[in-house]
């Protein structure tokens, strides 16, 4: 395997034909490194002396953040970076819950709905969102995204703030106490 | 006359003109207890933690002193690693991120004395993924104490190295497993490793001993080197010592996050005294003591508990449930948990079947898949308990959920097995009649069974 790597060193690209068998990835071409990136990683690296491997959750959070999901590209890469199969890399992606292989809306929208938030109203709520924001019918991960590709709304678990409940994330800002009228004042303030 | 809180770890937290710099910390005694601790020998702040008798925040309140002497110093070549557990993601609980986000430099310090007492150069915190403001926090806090020479290289001029570095899951409860999280921490799944060793102090981060403790846990400790392991054992009830953080939700008037001497008070003073009672003056039906995996306690039950006394006989008392008091032991003792602290409420209004089939469906989603009874069974509990909520079920359903649930409990690697399999346990033994009465009423299935297999 490891003679097929495909990262281009020149261009810090990927080339999408080549990556591993079976991944097709009609979203958009080969991804574009921004200039930090690598340093970034290089930086992250350094957090675990003892193995690299163990930077494989970090890189995965840092390509979500930077491209929006990890492309079949973005396994390849990692896993290249980290001298590993892109399998290894997958096998995350597949596990986690918060990585996605597909894009999901520029404002993402998560509702807890475990216990506590579900005593709270968390489904009205959930509900409101949905029609609010003109979702489609959600994917097999419970993803519901917009025509428009604007929003998404999904139903995540537990949320740790069970006390003020019911909460929602909107991208990587927490809401407590989120009636009906906060959603619609806070999907305002993300236009 | 309500209890009075004690607050320990809480006592800056939400304080007028408190914030999370380490300047606002400096300023309310901060890293004094850190300076104390490095002119003690590590072995003695051990025994120290020991003579306290704190037990673990996260879930299983197993002894730290205890977890700690697992790695004998006088043994062990390879070099000792400590994790933080800030994983906090068992349904209720919501204590820990109180801490990461008001009051990271308390954490900083009980890890680094932690630290310094195992001999521990290299420790992370495992922070939730959802956490993204509190890993940014902890940075920033790990970044400062680095800059006053907290952390990093020579310590306050004794020698001592220490590096912590923030590591962030990405949205599964397995996590909080400690030998999962340490896999997840080598850059695998999280899947819990096959026990024995028992402990990660045996074969943990990188196959080198590992401590793993909840951030809670690491907040005492700053304590209990302030005070001495002896005077923080007064605090609270033998073999329940300290304070503790509880975390309450659901039906209540006042819901939040309290700090009170461990059984200090009941689940009756807790509810209506310090939460103002079920909210619209309605009347308790059940609640679950210690997060959801703890099983469900159901208004009016009594219970037979047996303690000991100052004379060291048992002596068997009978109580109601409101008159629990708030401990490891009472909670165990009464068949539940007192687990990570977290209380979740439910009045009379609430349907039980539903409130399972929201927790089964927790479970199912976050069931790693390692193991088989586990795996399947976590599925089928939602897909039964929906079922039964959705009026649909079938009439040997109350049956074969329980069934189902007791072929998961002690046939799995971890403890996430009694996890799922307890809250349907105790939600089938004690709401029978409804369960059954759902899958009474019941329409049977439009199709012959065998077809809609």
């Known amino acids: ?191 | 006359m309500p209890i009075a809180e004690r607050r320990l770890i809480f006592k800056n937290i939400d304080q007028p003109g408190y914030t999370i710099d380490i300047d606002c910390y400096l300023r309310h005694d901060g890293y004094k207890d850190l300076k104390k601790a490095l002119t003690m020998k590590g072995p003695d702040i051990v025994a120290e933690v020991k003579t306290s008798g704190l037990r673990g925040r996260g879930g299983a309140g197993f002894s730290t002193g205890m977890k700690w002497g697992f790695i004998d110093p006088t043994k062990n070549t390879k070099p000792v690693y400590l994790i933080c557990n800030a994983d906090e993601s068992e349904p209720g609980t919501f204590k820990d991120k109180q801490i990461i986000y008001k009051d990271p430099h308390q954490l900083l310090e009980g890890m680094a004395i932690a630290c310094y007492a195992n001999n521990v150069h290299l420790a992370y915190i495992y922070i939730r993924g959802e956490f993204t403001l509190g890993a940014k926090i902890l940075e920033k806090a790990i970044q400062e104490a680095k800059a006053k020479n907290f952390l990093g290289k020579n310590i306050a001029g004794t020698g001592y190295d220490l590096e912590i570095y923030i590591h962030r899951g990405a949205g599964a409860y397995i996590c909080g497993e400690e030998t999962g999280l340490i896999e997840s921490l080598e850059g695998k799944r999280a899947y819990p490793r096959i026990k024995p060793p028992y402990f990660p102090a045996v074969l943990g981060l990188y196959m080198c001993p590992t401590i793993v403790n909840n951030v809670e846990t690491l907040c005492n400790i700053k304590h209990i080197v302030a005070m001495g392991g002896a005077a923080y054992a007064k605090i609270g009830k033998p073999n329940n010592t300290g304070t503790r953080l509880l975390c309450v939700s659901g039906d209540v008037e006042k819901p939040g996050y309290y700090e009170f001497e461990v059984g200090a008070l009941t689940i009756g003073e807790l509810i209506n005294d310090v939460c103002g009672g079920i909210k619209g003056g309605r009347k308790l039906k059940a609640l679950i003591p210690g997060g959801s995996s703890a099983k469900v306690l159901k208004a009016g039950e009594r219970f037979k508990i047996k303690s000991k006394k100052a004379d060291g006989t048992m002596e068997e008392k009978e109580i109601g449930l409101m008159d629990i008091p708030l401990d490891f032991d009472t909670l165990a003792a009464a068949g539940s948990m007192a687990g990570s602290g977290g209380v979740i409420v439910m009045d009379e209004t609430r349907d039980m079947v539903e409130c399972l089939a929201n927790i089964a469906t927790f479970y199912a989603h976050e069931s790693c898949g390692q193991c088989t009874p586990c795996r399947e069974g976590s599925l089928w509990m939602k897909k039964i308990t929906t079922r039964l909520s959705e009026g649909k079920g079938q009439p040997d359903d109350v049956g074969l959920l329980k069934s189902v649930a007791d072929n998961i409990a002690g046939r799995t690697i971890c403890a996430f097995g009694e996890a799922c399999a307890w809250p349907v346990q105790s939600f089938v033994a004690k709401f029978k009649d409804e369960f059954e009465g759902q899958a009474r009423t019941a329409k049977p299935p439009a199709a012959p069974k065998l077809e809609s297999v």
Request: a negative charge; charged letters at 20%.
């Open chain 1, 1 to 191: 395997m490891s003679t097929q790597r495909v990262v281009d060193p020149s261009t810090q690209t990927v080339s999408p034909a080549k990556v591993y068998p079976g991944a097709v990835d009609p979203h958009h071409a080969a991804a574009v490194l921004p200039p930090n990136f690598e340093a970034q990683v290089d930086e992250v690296i350094t957090h675990y002396p003892v193995s690299k491997r163990s930077a494989s959750l970090p890189l995965l959070h840092l390509w979500q953040e930077t491209f929006g999901y990890v492309s079949p590209e973005g396994i390849e890469w990692i896993a290249a970076k980290l001298g590993l199969q892109p399998i290894n890399i997958l096998e995350l992606v597949t596990f986690y819950p918060m990585f996605r292989q597909h894009p999901a809306g520029k404002i993402q929208i998560r509702v807890c709905r475990t216990l506590s938030c579900a005593l709270g109203g968390a489904y009205e709520l959930c509900a409101h969102f949905h029609e609010r924001c003109n979702t489609a019918e959600p994917d097999a991960h419970g993803l519901a995204i917009s025509p428009d590709g604007k929003y998404s709304v999904e139903f995540v678990e537990c949320l740790a703030s069970c006390g003020t409940a019911p909460v929602i994330m909107i991208n990587d800002d927490f809401y407590e106490d989120v009636s009906k009228q906060r959603a619609n004042e806070l999907l305002l303030k993300y236009k």
